[in-house]
């Protein structure tokens, strides 16, 4: 018998929607599933059916769940309480907000445990110590707003695991955690579930964290499995088309790669279909895709995927293959640099979070400058702009000195240096259609108004690929993806010689991020000079010329891309790079992956 | 994602919390105190020009329509009326800086005096009131959250926004019609609490004012502790501790109660502010004799300092009582 049996699961919304549509899988004791899915996909609700839980608004409508003998779905309430408590695991997607901060740490890991007081205390250290914390009195004692971000994931950890289920459900425990740290939580729930002989379900956005850890990989989409089979199966032979596309828009850190993303947007909740959910957008569509829904059916590479062509697709995705980019020639030295920045300092108070960052910005050059989270980046990109008060450094642009505060600024500097910001909503006014969004600069910087402002307006949104139909909308109406691109239009529209952008793509899913870089990767060939902040190695691979790396607010490598990203000399820079996980090719050379 | 690791490498780099509590106490206390000095400032000029600016002579309304010109300026300049405005200001404000609130102009005694008892039934009043209203609407506002959207909530909804929405003194006027006069007539209609009484000795006649302030009362106050109430049980790790199979009581009260009771506590002082602004009304529909119902006497009888004095009060304990409100809204959001 396997540890966990789900068949037939359906999560519809209270008007009747389904959001998660006949999802079926089987675990054995030991195996992790993952569960990979971009964002609305419905990931987070399957995880959630899997203790018979369903959101306020929403409700399991049918379909079992099977764990250790046990039908959660038919039990009663008060059965059904036993059985989460008795069975499973389960850990939030955000702990900040999932940890009560009223009650200690000691409360929260002891209250869901069966036994007496005086088994679990000494259970509960022994787990504390398994997930890497301390297991004093002292720490015990202390509240979730009292730890960091890592430790409250492991408390989290901690306390699913503390009870012994037989299976746990992961959701996406490792999104707000920085590379490292991910590194070393997968690293531990890959062996600890192995150790238990614990089923669990490890729910990401992340093709190369569920390929990490997950024994199986189950592809969903629109509320449904388009396909699940082995790790290898699907992450290295795929079948499906949109399996095929996901993996394609996956930036790597090892080689320059054109990112391919899949056109269209992801469809709404509860959207209805005759045919195929992902019709809409493959490349392989036919008539009779539409007609009726396919089945999931088992395919030649081993997996099941939900395809009524699988198999031409199979023979036929060869020519998908992508050819590395050139690389690309350094620029020359000698012709004058855009910006540069010679020894910026940069505080908060007392603490100083920059220490002498100098670097040069080239014509037509695209500088990646990462770090994780923490290293300053942002306090880097905000000194720039000329936001930040407190900080000291010589700025130059274009061979002229350049003003630190932004009121002390000309009008043509301001015009000449353009950002975008990693979340749109903060630079796109609401309560403004994109099209005003757009034409605002033009007027500020130009005096240009009416009809010649649009039409510059029309211009911007298309060479950022926004149809103009869109151009009376609201920025809540638009996708993320294009929200990120009425900023940058916004942005080119005061032709710019320098573009700032900061951390552009770490709000999108992996498939809009790619059509983001590579609508960048456009604006450098016409030769716009880019800064371009990110926590992501790989995606600074795929667009970047020259890297400076930082690490508390020190650069502590600076070179191009290529020799950094391939040779780094830095141990920090090394650590960052083995901690970045991949997802495997068949293309790519062997990996050194954990796990 | 980037901005959040960063605060938290901030507080881990801030020293350990009780000393930068304490610290961080210190400022917000400090900055209020003094506002709270510039605010009764403020408030001492306005009541003492709106009270000069009263309709009606003082020396005349005292003395009586028969007095001749001469006693008048006599009375006058006894009691320092004849003196430029700014003077008579400073004297006053002199006065009542070192304690003494002078004397009323009607009875000629101390007002501090008079005034002592009034308060005393006032807070006597107010206490009471509030020891009924934070309980009661904690009970209330958690069984409307929890049954929320449910008949029981929207009736509950429905009845305190009429409660609201009516004037405190139609509210009086209708339960002193009701059990007072002339339906049921079981509690006398008015709370004359004789003078050298402790109000408790008279619990039949705290009933019915009581009645109306714990009703308006726990309207308002049980309305916020149903939102902060919903919001916690919305919260994620509520969800959590359902998803860990724990039992309904001690996710309400282990696990919803604290959180939620910390966001009402700012409420319940505001609560209390109003109370006090609240018990002029009250107690002069009551007639209860506490300050509120002294104001309104002596408004009446043109006692200028009395009212001075008693709007001061008012003011400071509103004030106080605000600044509390707000004081342990900051020490909850720093939590
Ligand atoms: N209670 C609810 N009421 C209304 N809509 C809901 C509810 N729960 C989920 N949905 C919708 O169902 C879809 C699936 O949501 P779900 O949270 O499972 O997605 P997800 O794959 O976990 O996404 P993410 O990666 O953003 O966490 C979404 O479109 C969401 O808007
Ligand atoms: S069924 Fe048709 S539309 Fe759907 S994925 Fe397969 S080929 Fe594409
Ligand atoms: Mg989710």
């Not at chain 1, 699940?228 to 996901?246: F, N, Q």
């Not at chain 1, 710019?496 to 793509?505: A, R």
């Given at each position: 018998m396997k540890a966990v049996e789900v068949t037939g699961l359906t999560v519809a919304l209270d008007d009747g929607s389904v959001i998660v549509d006949d999802v079926s899988f089987g675990l054995e004791s030991g195996q992790v599933m993952g569960l990979v899915g971009e964002s609305g996909s419905g990931k987070s609700t399957v995880a959630l059916a899997l203790l018979g839980f369903a959101k306020a608004g929403a409700n399991i409508t049918g379909g079992k769940v099977v764990v250790g003998g046990v039908?959660?779905?038919?039990?009663s309430p008060n059965e059904l309480r036993e059985a989460r408590k008795k069975l499973i695991g389960f850990v939030p997607q955000d702990p900040a907000t999932a940890l009560n901060p009223a009650l200690t740490i000691r409360a929260q890991l002891t209250e869901g445990m069966l036994g007496e007081k005086k088994e679990n205390l000494p259970r509960i250290r022994e787990v504390l110590e398994t997930v890497g914390l301390p297991s004093d009195n002292a720490f015990l004692r202390r509240h979730p707003q009292e730890l960091s971000g890592g430790q409250q994931q492991r408390v989290a950890i901690a306390m699913a695991l503390g009870k012994k289920p037989e299976l746990i459900v992961f959701d996406e425990p490792t999104t707000g955690l920085d590379v490292s740290t991910q590194a070393r939580v997968l690293e531990m729930v890959a062996g600890l579930c192995a150790d238990n002989g614990m089923a669990s379900v490890f729910v990401s956005h992340d093709l190369a964290v569920v390929g990490t850890v997950g024994d199986l990989v189950t592809v969903m989409y629109a509320g449904q499995v388009l396909e699940t089979g082995s790790r290898e199966e699907v992450l290295?032979?795929?079948?499906?088309p949109y399996s095929i596309a996901l993996l394609e828009s996956v930036p790597s850190t090892r080689q320059r790669l054109p990112l391919v993303s899949i056109p269209g947007r992801a469809p709404a909740a509860g959207a209805k279909f005759d045919g195929c959910v992902f019709a809409d957008r493959c490349a392989f569509v036919e008539d009779r895709c539409r007609d009726s829904a396919p089945p999931l059916v088992a395919t030649s590479t081993g997996s099941s995927a939900r395809c009524l062509r699988v198999e031409h697709v199979l023979q036929n995705q060869r020519c998908l293959v992508k050819e590395p980019l050139p690389r690309v020639e350094s620029r020359?030295?000698?012709?004058?640099?855009v910006l540069s920045v010679r020894n910026l300092n940069a505080s908060y108070g007392r603490t100083q979070v920059l220490f002498d960052v100098s670097f040069n910005v080239a014509p037509g050059e695209t500088l990646g400058v990462v770090g994780e989270s923490g290293s300053g980046k942002t306090t880097m990109s905000r000194c720039l702009i000329g936001l930040h008060e407190d900080q000291s450094g010589i700025f130059e642009m274009d061979g002229k000195p350049l003003p630190p505060r932004l009121r002390d600024r000309s009008k043509e500097v301001k015009q000449q240096l353009q950002y975008v910001f990693q979340n749109p909503y903060g630079s796109l006014n609401p309560r403004e259609t994109i099209a005003n969004a757009v034409v605002v600069p033009l007027k500020h910087f130009y005096g240009e108004r009416g009809k010649a402002a649009r039409d510059k307006a029309k211009e911007a949104l298309e060479r950022v690929e926004?149809?103009?139909?869109?151009?009376?909308?609201?920025?809540?109406?638009?996708s993320g993806g294009q929200r990120q691109r009425v900023a940058i239009a916004r942005a080119l529209v005061c032709n710019p010689s320098l573009l700032i952008c900061d951390e552009i793509t770490s709000a999108l899913d992996v498939s809009v991020q790619a059509s983001v870089v590579e609508l960048l990767r456009t604006l450098q060939n016409d030769g716009l000079s880019m800064i371009f902040i990110t926590h992501n190695l790989a995606v600074v691979r795929s667009i970047g010329d020259r890297v400076i790396v930082l690490s508390q607010g020190r650069v502590v490598e600076s070179g191009e891309v290529e020799a950094v990203l391939t040779a780094p000399q830095h141990p920090y820079t090394r650590g960052l790079l083995a901690d970045t996980l991949e997802v495997d090719r068949?293309?790519?050379?062997?990996s050194d992956l954990p796990g | 994602m980037a901005t959040e690791t960063m605060t938290e490498k901030a507080l881990e780099a801030a020293p350990p919390p009780s000393r930068s509590r304490r610290a961080a106490l210190a400022w917000p206390i400090a900055r209020r105190a003094l506002t709270g000095v510039v605010t009764l400032w403020c408030i001492s000029v306005i009541v003492f020009v709106a009270t000069q600016a009263m309709p009606g002579d003082v020396a005349h309304i005292i003395l009586g329509p028969g007095a001749s010109s001469e006693q008048v300026a006599q009375l006058n300049q006894n009691l320092g009326l004849d003196q430029p405005l700014l003077s008579q200001y400073l004297d006053w404000l002199g006065n009542v800086l070192t304690g003494n609130m002078g004397d009323s102009i009607v009875s000629g005694q101390p007002v501090s005096e008079l005034l002592s008892e009034r308060i005393f039934n006032s807070a006597t009043l107010t206490v009471i009131a509030m020891v009924f209203i934070i309980p009661l609407s904690l009970v209330i506002g958690l069984l409307a959250a929890v049954f929320r959207d449910k008949l029981l909530d929207r009736a509950y909804l429905g009845t305190s926004l009429i409660v609201t929405a009516t004037p405190d003194f139609v509210i009086g006027s209708l339960v002193i019609a009701l059990f007072g006069t002339v339906v049921f007539k079981v509690l006398p209609p008015v709370s004359l609490i004789p003078p050298g009484d402790a109000p408790w000795e008279h619990p039949r006649q705290l009933v019915m004012p009581l009645a109306v302030m714990v009703l308006v009362g726990v309207t308002y106050l049980s309305r916020l502790v149903r939102v902060s109430f919903i919001d916690v049980l919305e919260s994620e790790y509520v969800q959590l501790a359902i998803i860990k199979g724990l039992s309904m009581r001690r996710i309400l009260f282990l696990h919803a109660l604290p959180n939620a009771l910390a966001p009402s506590i700012p409420a319940a002082s505001i609560m209390a502010a109003y109370t006090i602004a609240g018990s002029v009304v009250i107690e002069y529909l009551f007639a209860y004799p506490g300050i509120g119902s002294a104001l309104v006497d002596a408004v009446a009888g043109h006692d200028l300092p009395m009212v001075q004095a008693i709007i001061m009060l008012m003011a400071a304990a509103f004030f106080c009582f605000n600044q509390l409100a707000d004081l342990l809204g900051t020490l909850n959001k720093s939590r």
């Amino acid at each position: 018998m396997k540890a966990v049996e789900v068949t037939g699961l359906t999560v519809a919304l209270d008007d009747g929607s389904v959001i998660v549509d006949d999802v079926s899988f089987g675990l054995e004791s030991g195996q992790v599933m993952g569960l990979v899915g971009e964002s609305g996909s419905g990931k987070s609700t399957v995880a959630l059916a899997l203790l018979g839980f369903a959101k306020a608004g929403a409700n399991i409508t049918g379909g079992k769940v099977v764990v250790g003998g046990v039908d959660l779905l038919a039990l009663s309430p008060n059965e059904l309480r036993e059985a989460r408590k008795k069975l499973i695991g389960f850990v939030p997607q955000d702990p900040a907000t999932a940890l009560n901060p009223a009650l200690t740490i000691r409360a929260q890991l002891t209250e869901g445990m069966l036994g007496e007081k005086k088994e679990n205390l000494p259970r509960i250290r022994e787990v504390l110590e398994t997930v890497g914390l301390p297991s004093d009195n002292a720490f015990l004692r202390r509240h979730p707003q009292e730890l960091s971000g890592g430790q409250q994931q492991r408390v989290a950890i901690a306390m699913a695991l503390g009870k012994k289920p037989e299976l746990i459900v992961f959701d996406e425990p490792t999104t707000g955690l920085d590379v490292s740290t991910q590194a070393r939580v997968l690293e531990m729930v890959a062996g600890l579930c192995a150790d238990n002989g614990m089923a669990s379900v490890f729910v990401s956005h992340d093709l190369a964290v569920v390929g990490t850890v997950g024994d199986l990989v189950t592809v969903m989409y629109a509320g449904q499995v388009l396909e699940t089979g082995s790790r290898e199966e699907v992450l290295l032979s795929a079948a499906h088309p949109y399996s095929i596309a996901l993996l394609e828009s996956v930036p790597s850190t090892r080689q320059r790669l054109p990112l391919v993303s899949i056109p269209g947007r992801a469809p709404a909740a509860g959207a209805k279909f005759d045919g195929c959910v992902f019709a809409d957008r493959c490349a392989f569509v036919e008539d009779r895709c539409r007609d009726s829904a396919p089945p999931l059916v088992a395919t030649s590479t081993g997996s099941s995927a939900r395809c009524l062509r699988v198999e031409h697709v199979l023979q036929n995705q060869r020519c998908l293959v992508k050819e590395p980019l050139p690389r690309v020639e350094s620029r020359e030295e000698d012709s004058g640099s855009v910006l540069s920045v010679r020894n910026l300092n940069a505080s908060y108070g007392r603490t100083q979070v920059l220490f002498d960052v100098s670097f040069n910005v080239a014509p037509g050059e695209t500088l990646g400058v990462v770090g994780e989270s923490g290293s300053g980046k942002t306090t880097m990109s905000r000194c720039l702009i000329g936001l930040h008060e407190d900080q000291s450094g010589i700025f130059e642009m274009d061979g002229k000195p350049l003003p630190p505060r932004l009121r002390d600024r000309s009008k043509e500097v301001k015009q000449q240096l353009q950002y975008v910001f990693q979340n749109p909503y903060g630079s796109l006014n609401p309560r403004e259609t994109i099209a005003n969004a757009v034409v605002v600069p033009l007027k500020h910087f130009y005096g240009e108004r009416g009809k010649a402002a649009r039409d510059k307006a029309k211009e911007a949104l298309e060479r950022v690929e926004i149809p103009w139909r869109l151009a009376d909308r609201y920025p809540a109406e638009l996708s993320g993806g294009q929200r990120q691109r009425v900023a940058i239009a916004r942005a080119l529209v005061c032709n710019p010689s320098l573009l700032i952008c900061d951390e552009i793509t770490s709000a999108l899913d992996v498939s809009v991020q790619a059509s983001v870089v590579e609508l960048l990767r456009t604006l450098q060939n016409d030769g716009l000079s880019m800064i371009f902040i990110t926590h992501n190695l790989a995606v600074v691979r795929s667009i970047g010329d020259r890297v400076i790396v930082l690490s508390q607010g020190r650069v502590v490598e600076s070179g191009e891309v290529e020799a950094v990203l391939t040779a780094p000399q830095h141990p920090y820079t090394r650590g960052l790079l083995a901690d970045t996980l991949e997802v495997d090719r068949s293309d790519a050379e062997t990996s050194d992956l954990p796990g | 994602m980037a901005t959040e690791t960063m605060t938290e490498k901030a507080l881990e780099a801030a020293p350990p919390p009780s000393r930068s509590r304490r610290a961080a106490l210190a400022w917000p206390i400090a900055r209020r105190a003094l506002t709270g000095v510039v605010t009764l400032w403020c408030i001492s000029v306005i009541v003492f020009v709106a009270t000069q600016a009263m309709p009606g002579d003082v020396a005349h309304i005292i003395l009586g329509p028969g007095a001749s010109s001469e006693q008048v300026a006599q009375l006058n300049q006894n009691l320092g009326l004849d003196q430029p405005l700014l003077s008579q200001y400073l004297d006053w404000l002199g006065n009542v800086l070192t304690g003494n609130m002078g004397d009323s102009i009607v009875s000629g005694q101390p007002v501090s005096e008079l005034l002592s008892e009034r308060i005393f039934n006032s807070a006597t009043l107010t206490v009471i009131a509030m020891v009924f209203i934070i309980p009661l609407s904690l009970v209330i506002g958690l069984l409307a959250a929890v049954f929320r959207d449910k008949l029981l909530d929207r009736a509950y909804l429905g009845t305190s926004l009429i409660v609201t929405a009516t004037p405190d003194f139609v509210i009086g006027s209708l339960v002193i019609a009701l059990f007072g006069t002339v339906v049921f007539k079981v509690l006398p209609p008015v709370s004359l609490i004789p003078p050298g009484d402790a109000p408790w000795e008279h619990p039949r006649q705290l009933v019915m004012p009581l009645a109306v302030m714990v009703l308006v009362g726990v309207t308002y106050l049980s309305r916020l502790v149903r939102v902060s109430f919903i919001d916690v049980l919305e919260s994620e790790y509520v969800q959590l501790a359902i998803i860990k199979g724990l039992s309904m009581r001690r996710i309400l009260f282990l696990h919803a109660l604290p959180n939620a009771l910390a966001p009402s506590i700012p409420a319940a002082s505001i609560m209390a502010a109003y109370t006090i602004a609240g018990s002029v009304v009250i107690e002069y529909l009551f007639a209860y004799p506490g300050i509120g119902s002294a104001l309104v006497d002596a408004v009446a009888g043109h006692d200028l300092p009395m009212v001075q004095a008693i709007i001061m009060l008012m003011a400071a304990a509103f004030f106080c009582f605000n600044q509390l409100a707000d004081l342990l809204g900051t020490l909850n959001k720093s939590r």
